[in-house]
């Protein structure tokens, strides 16, 4: 695949308490298999769909044990240094200092100024996703937030996203572009949230039987916080495995209702 361009999501990858169980979960529910971890980071374990690369999982580092188990999503720049100045300059925080992960690439950890959590990516040998969009794979995220405005003026100035509103007086949600297809999503937290949990990238990941992968997350011990419902998107649901992760999954082939026209 191409190099991502800059504010393309292009990885992710979650810190788990117990690694073996969350391997164990995430490989029952998306069929996915691992390379051997890397002791060199700390246990970095690689997620393989059909053989390619699509996400990553990890072991809880020393000291971070109050940390919440959580999919990190990261965003692509050519150039790691800039992107770090830009959060800052509008506002944003970063959590995590530029650092050099080996020959595949350098990272940081930022927050918005609403307090989502994201990391940037300059790849080096590791470009990010080898498979996305089919099952098993990464197919979207959103920044779902109880701070939209914040979001709103941040993510465009710092990765040149342009904007468009979803015509919807139900849901306060945003499409963000880099010219061609929408690359990331923001959706404005309700009081259907509960007051405790933070805002967060929500991220999505492609299912062939959105019910069956329910049932799946709720066998295994794993929490269902929406649906499944149906959209012009897909039918798709929000669920927790079972060391409080959250993310989406999604039937891509199932569709209901006509696409919005956005404004």
Not at 224 to 237: K, L, N
Request: proline share 8%.
């Amino acid at each position: 695949m191409p190099a991502p361009e800059l504010g393309a999501p292009c990885w992710v990858d979650a810190m788990f308490p117990d690694l073996d169980a969350a391997k164990s979960f995430y490989g029952e529910l998306f069929g996915w298999t691992y390379a051997e971890g890397s002791a060199e980071f700390g246990g970095y374990t690689q997620a393989l769909s059909d053989g390619k690369a699509v996400a990553a999982v990890v072991p809880q580092m020393p000291g971070m044990e109050d940390q919440p188990a959580a999919w990190s999503l990261y965003l692509a720049t050519p150039d790691l240094e800039a992107t770090a100045e830009k959060i800052k300059a509008n506002g944003g925080t970063v959590v995590m200092d530029p650092m050099q992960v080996g020959e595949f690439g350098s990272m940081l950890v930022a927050q918005d100024p609403g307090g989502v959590f994201f990391s940037v990516w300059q790849a080096g040998a590791h470009e990010g996703f080898e498979k996305v969009n089919a099952p098993g794979a990464f197919c979207w995220a959103e920044v779902t937030t109880r701070d939209p405005a914040a979001a709103d003026a941040f993510f465009p100035a710092v990765f040149g996203y342009n904007a468009q509103k979803m015509p919807d007086d139900a849901i306060d949600f945003m499409v963000w572009d880099l010219g061609a297809d929408p690359v990331l999503g923001r959706f404005k937290m309700g009081d259907d949230f509960p007051p405790e949990v933070p805002s967060y990238v929500n991220v999505y990941f492609v299912v062939e039987d959105c019910d069956a992968a329910v049932d799946t997350v709720k066998r295994l011990g794993g929490q269902v916080h929406f649906g499944p419902t149906d959209s012009p998107f897909g039918r798709f649901a929000i669920v927790m495995d079972p060391q409080g992760a959250a993310f989406s999954v999604i039937d891509v082939a199932t569709n209901e209702g006509d696409m919005p026209e956005m404004g």
